[in-house]
């Protein structure tokens, strides 16, 4: 069992794949440290020995991942909200950032539909 940053590999998968259970890497930062671990990226987490996993986890000290980066991101977000930039704004508001259309879609930042009132018609 590979335990690196206090995230448990998937022991079935290839090394490069499961390093992406950390968060922060993705799969070619996942090769990248496989090879420069001088780790066989091919093979299977169950298969690694402890002096692999010394070197992976050596590795994966270089970069920023995990709580670090979790941290950076949220602190990214709150700078921009404080200085009511228009990304901050967005984020205040709960609709998304990156120029996504609003008007038929972002129903995962929006939420779901609010019911609106409506008026009642006077009959004749």
Known sequence: MARIKNIELPSEKQIWIGLTAIYGIGKSLGKTICLNASVNPEAKVKDLTDAEIARL??????HVVEG????????????????????GVRHKKGLPVRGQRTNRNAHTR??????????KKVGK
């Open 110 to 119: 929006k939420g779901r539909g609010k019911v609106v009132a409506n008026k």
């Open 68 to 87: 670090d980066l979790r941290r950076n991101v949220q602190m990214s977000i709150k700078n921009k909200m404080e200085i009511n930039s228009y990304q």
């Open 57 to 62: 986890r050596k590795e994966v000290e270089n």
